[in-house]
DNA sequence: CCGTGTGAAGCTGTTCACAGCT
DNA sequence: AGCTGTGAACAGCTTCACACGG
């Protein structure tokens, strides 16, 4: 892989790591509407990006241009989908099978591109052996370290209440997973080895809140 | 309600807004664990945040704060609901029937703290009228533009799959929503009086993916 | 004396503008 | 001639550090 290794990996932001994804979708598209080549202009001017950014996003991991042409769609989609470790299989569990856990099991997001979905866990003995339609079978939380390990699991999704989130996290780091992506509504802390992403679907809807509240002064002006 | 009115509410970052959801889901738990009084250092310590940050987000709102003390958790709770604006009453539709859809409309997250969801839609024929356990039936997509008026809708949740996306917002808008929570993973344009947020939960696996694939160079140097 | 509220400093991220390659 | 790749300027966000009020 031609990734240019004299800027260390730590440096660059999660905001260009995001954007690479986002790039990504536009490309997909582009593929299929069989466009071959396309200029950061195009690309910005198409899908609301930068042009500026990104060229400066990508050049971070190499020249993938053509000085007076622009990029080859279909290498530059190749390029991302290495650079972002999709070309690898990348084997995810999800802790927690209420709603949300049960939707993105489900979820094709989160059983395509290199992501494969390979168990379901939760606590409550109500729920394991449940199959959920389309997807896997419930299995008890307490055999979480030894599928982690016998499933080699990546990635651990945490989706169960707030209050059983750290206890969720810290199990699925001592179990050895290298990632966690955590939807309770909870400051997680204790083990910077192991990268941690929290999501918090409400914290969304409040903000449109405080704009709701705070438009209608606006209006009331003009 | 006491905000300082001389700097306008435009110019106060996301970023900002995101962080007094956090903070108020800070100060709710320490009110159930009975604590009255806190300090922006006590509060950073314990959430792992940072205490000047939290002083001057507080300080684009007024000043809530006691010099000396600290803040008074029950009243800071209050003000972080009145200045989020989750003091009212917020009606969510949701649009796409699907596996995500169900979800939210079944999560609580997005039926407490001021969020009612009123209507879930979807254009498939053959989920229109299913009941949705511990929600509401669907209804058809065809109506959505009567449902958005006759229940005053204030915020509408796309939830359908990335091609209808654009469609689902432009007609969310025409019926005259006052913002939007974008799920589907495209890029969507066209209503710039109408507050737009969009959250790709693929994205963040993309970024875990990315680490993971850089985490093991790091970890073979050192 | 202690902690807030806040200018100022420092840092990070974005955009500009152009040299250089094709 | 046109577009990439990139230093430099700019803008925005975070952290520092201290004057001020309780």
Chains 1, 2 share one sequence.
Do not use: W
């Amino acid at each position: 892989m031609a990734f240019k290794r004299y800027i260390p990996v730590e440096s660059i932001s999660e905001l260009t790591i995001n954007r690479l994804s986002v790039y990504l979708r536009c490309l997909q598209q582009l593929e299929l509407e069989g466009v071959m080549t396309v200029s950061s202009q195009e690309l910005a001017d198409r899908f609301h990006l930068n042009s500026a950014q990104i060229r400066k996003d990508l050049a971070y991991f190499g020249e993938f241009g053509i000085r007076g042409v622009g990029y080859n769609v279909a290498q530059l989609r190749e390029h991302l989908i290495n650079i972002l470790g999709l070309d690898e299989e990348r084997r995810v569990l999800v802790v927690g099978a209420g709603n949300l856990g049960i939707a993105l099991s489900r979820y094709s997001g989160f059983n395509t591109g290199g992501f494969r979905i390979v168990a379901v866990l939760d606590a409550d003995p109500h729920k394991v052996g449940k199959r959920i339609p389309g997807s896997l079978a419930v299995e008890p939380a307490g055999d979480l370290a030894r599928i982690v390990k016998e499933r080699r699991v990546h990635i651990g999704v945490i989706t169960v209440p707030a209050a059983s989130a750290q206890r969720a996290y810290d199990e699925l780091v001592d179990a050895g997973v290298q990632a966690v992506l955590n939807f309770a509504p909870t400051q997680l802390k204790g083990h910077p080895e192991v990268k941690l992403k929290s999501v918090d679907l409400k914290i969304n809807l409040e903000l449109l809140s405080f704009f709701l509240s705070h438009a209608s002064r606006l209006a009331s002006v003009g």
